[in-house]
């Protein structure tokens, strides 16, 4: 084992400085190379965190046989075929969320990871969150009991983003706030969950506000001005009922909508308590004793969950350890993600088969 | 047509009382009998308005000739029955809601009343809110373009109505807080949008907290005490999904549940606009223009709903005009929660045949 | 010492209502006496309660030997003459709040009490509240540390009570909102806070919305219709700044302003935590340590504070107890009320002299 | 005049690079110098903006005599004698909010801008927000009548900045939350109410959550990490009320409190109507007509206000128009502040002279 894994990033935008301001923390991996197509891009990442490589071609990382891991950066299209690459040259991969566009890429791509016997890390970052830990401990325990009901909400009033690029392209990105938003809810809830079976789901998907983009009315956007000429053909607005072999789940989501409600929150309903998370840190924990009903609520300082989730990538990957973000945890809620998408489609609910 | 109408109640409950407030404020009715099981809440009522008979028998009621309407306020199970018998005596019927335990029953109701060419009248009593009025208008007016979903929320935290009692047994209730509050919503929500089509529903219902009647926590508890020795065999939380031929409805509801939220509205989203109705009176509609996004909130005094619908139903009894709150409006919402209960039971969306 | 204690009510509004459920409820006390200006009143009160004498007459009540202790219901400006006229009468006295007019008459209504050696209680109810004790003990016990400040909050958005009637006619209640709602608050605040010692206030008091009767616009109206004739003459509006001897406490009430915001809660800042409590019920308790920051939540079923109040001033006055409620602990808000009612005449701060 | 004014800037912390991207947003200005005591602080800010003079000591910008106005963007104890050398030195200034330490520092400079006559803008930046001025004219117009009472609340959980530097170091910053935050909406409310005279002010300041620095629990921090061995002598909460010629004024701020409430905005009470305007955009405008409550809320993207503040800036020192930034417009707030500090040093109102 090398004294630090060597560490390459495919994708310079706003998530890939993320990575690399991870990797610069990690006390055993080196940043060697960033790759964007983009070469100014690159360059500026290289030049702020005192790497050697930049390129504009990300198979000059993939030639690098001194490089063990690489980041997967890039929009969702690019997922599956960089990782495939990436894998098929030795790599350890950690491809941030979602996997890919649908199921069918991300099974190619575990089955590669195990074919390859590399480390196939998705960036579900939130699984990295302190929070998080001491929710899916309290359910572990008891402490709400049997969790019969989970609910997530995602919704904001205005919040379309990069409107007409490739967020809103649906053959870029795989489709809208519910592959870009939902993921996260989806992914936090089976995890905290234990990893209850999917079933089932029946869901909805509108795409109304930007049928027009020179239209649609914002406050700000994130992830880049719109684009008049560009393409809005992703749901905007969510909603869908899901049947596990556990609880039911029940979800809303809004990248925009008609009333101006900014929700972000995960709700676990048990027989003997309840929590509700208030997405990003933080949760309120209900329960009562002899008719008294408390409620009980802590908040701690961020910790840095990117760094964690780096730092295990690296562990996890040298050591050959198993880990908490290994692309088989994730499959589930990418079944439910192609499974809603068909079931809004279609107009029916629709079962759920890995 | 005689000077006024006379009219009699049966059930002198909460509801009763209403009703017969109601009435005494109604130029061209006079009630003139109360019926109820416990001889002693007929006399209380009768007294209390001056009314001439006062039995524990509502046949006497029926009997009378001169008695040209009634009004059903009696638990669930007894919609029905009499309801049935009121329109074989040729009274006008306004029975309260639910329509009945199911749309078998309902069914039976409408065309009994059809065959009577009587009038069959239901307490959906939010169809005369002077707001919900205001907000159908708005809707059907384009303001907010066209609704391509709708949301409905009916939540509290602590709130399972006379534990124990035949609010919570089914056999006498039809089921929980989905026919007791939420029909209530889905009426609005129907009556708003025009009427569209249900056509299949996903459901799920929960009742979990009150297993044991002795250990549920809750801080105060209306139409009646606890009663240890009860049933309680409904739901007290669900969460659903609804396609119709016109917008997508979702809904929540909860008598009670480990989080301490007590949510009561629905959206309504447009293309153009949104509406968000706090129930009971008001609401908001969120607009743009030229980039910039509007609120407005009306709010009015609250007119009599209860008085109005029965100056309504007096009013459609004496002169054959079509009533808002005739149960053939009102079947459909009752087709809904079979519909509700059937996936809630069997754990698969349920498609909805008229 | 008699088997009961014999009891009348002066007053039979629903506050007289609520003392007569009191005194039912107390197994020391029998309700003999009821008296109301009109006489119908007096009598179905009576007749409630299976009361053997009603009478127009307070005088009648405070004549009868055999009865030890009277409540006093009627309006502000009846609490002085009234009360005064029951010491003289040998009787114990339970007199609703606020005191009296002003801090003259409740200081000569005290005097009075000492000089014949009877109870005088006021009916600060909200000492008898099971939340109450329970943030009292939580601040006594130094969980907050030591309080700096206080901050009580008692707005509605339309809520001004028979509007031209006694309670808007200066003369007849001694001020609006601060004297009605803001009276139980600062009673609250000192009870919890242990008795400090006001020293100055600084206050503003606005009588804006109701200049004209008829034009001002309200969703529903407690205390009986509004009188397009009677007077308004008092404040809707307070603010204001009170300096003590321990915490510095700020406060704004309202019975109606133009913005829709109804707020009713108390704030305690201590050095080590915070308390924040709904006026009514419950309250959530701030801490930190080892620098993660706690919220606590605990809420009990409502106790019947109403009877509490009424079983301890039968048993104090029966046994000689001190009374949490005697006029001597509810002086000092008087004297804030007057000194808040002077500075608000003024324009400047005015220092409070006991 | 020349085709550019050519600019300075003393101070290059995060509120100097706002102010370098405003001129480099100006047609009419052209950055010229930057001067930080810490010269790589000066030399980032001037190679990301390709400025000629990088600078450890501001002198040397005063001393260009082709520089015509610099902006002055130090700590507070440092905004009097910079101001002062640089109007001596001829040029236009703009100085950071607060004006200076207090108001006698604040008129020896603004007595030196009128001797030298030059402009003296002070970047009391939410008057170039356009809300604020949608407010102003939505009172100026009588919209919400006659304004009796107005109300303003700045107040987080945990908010306190760069504990133990100059931020709580009151000999450089002059005092803690009143001059940091409050100083922005007190100068909003003047601004929008069109400057009535302030008369008099009582006022607490307490400084309590952080006497021990390595104790005080925080969730994140601005302005730079704690330093333990640093000092925080100013106050973290405030509470006040102002009288005026006009309207009254209550308020409350807080850094840091035991109650987790982070609240920021401000309320005009008028008889005929209200405002509640949240802080940074938007706001709520209450109205009645015939009995019926209105709400109506307009959202704009936000303006550039810091670009439009500089562009003001500019367009007036070179044509020398009166500027709405202009110090002899703040200077009533400062005087508010200093009697403001007194009232709390000394436990009673303080009358304000100007």
Same mark, same amino acid.
């Given at each position: ?60 990382? &993939?030639?690098? %046989?001194?490089?063990? $891991? *690489? =980041? ?5 299209? #690019? ?113 905290? &969950?234990?990893? %209850?079976?999917?079933? $089932? *789901? =029946? ?5 109304? #506000? ?122 589930? =809620? ?21």
């Amino acid at each position: 084992m090398p004294a630090k894994t060597k560490v390459g990033i495919i994708g310079c935008g706003a998530i890939g400085g993320i990575h690399a301001d991870g990797y610069s923390k990690c006390a055993d991996a080196e940043l060697a190379a960033v790759a964007d197509i983009l070469p100014e891009k690159a360059e500026a990442l290289a030049a702020q965190h005192g790497v050697g490589l930049a390129t504009a071609n990300y198979k000059d990382i &993939l030639a690098d %046989p001194s490089i063990g $891991a *690489v =980041s997967v950066c890039t929009p969702n299209d #690019l997922h599956c075929p960089m990782t495939l690459d990436a894998l098929r040259a030795g790599k350890h991969v950690l491809c941030e969320k979602p996997i890919a566009l649908n199921l069918t890429q991300a099974k190619k791509m575990h089955a590669e990871a195990k074919r390859r016997e590399r480390l196939l890390a998705i960036g579900v970052v939130n699984r990295f969150n302190t929070y998080v830990e001491l929710m899916k401990e309290a359910i572990a325990s008891g402490q709400i009991g049997e969790v019969y009901h989970t609910r997530f909400v995602f919704k904001n009033y205005r919040c379309i983003p990069g409107l007409g690029g490739w967020f809103t392209t649906k053959a870029r990105s795989g489709g809208g706030v519910m592959i870009d938003w939902g993921v996260h809810f989806l992914d936090l809830v089976f995890y905290c &969950l234990g990893g %209850p079976k999917p079933q $089932a *789901v =029946s869901g909805v998907a509108h795409a109304q #506000l930007a049928r027009d983009i020179r239209k649609y009315a914002y406050l700000d956007m994130w992830a880049g001005p719109p684009d008049p000429k560009g393409t809005c053909d992703v749901e905007e607005y969510v909603s869908g009922l899901l049947r596990t072999d556990g609880p039911t789940v029940a979800f809303e989501g809004a990248w925009a909508q008609n009333i101006d409600d900014t929700s972000m929150f995960i709700e676990f309903l048990g027989d003997k308590g309840g929590i509700r998370a208030d997405y990003g840190g933080g949760f309120t924990l209900y329960t009562d004793k002899d008719g008294v009903l408390y409620q009980r609520k802590a908040t701690a300082p961020a910790r840095e969950m990117y760094v964690d989730e780096i730092v295990s990538f690296i562990d996890c990957a040298r050591t050959g350890k198993a880990s908490r973000a290994d692309i088989e945890h994730v499959l589930p =809620s990418q079944a439910v993600i192609d499974a809603f998408y068909k079931s809004a489609a279609t107009g029916r609910e629709v079962k759920i088969r890995q």
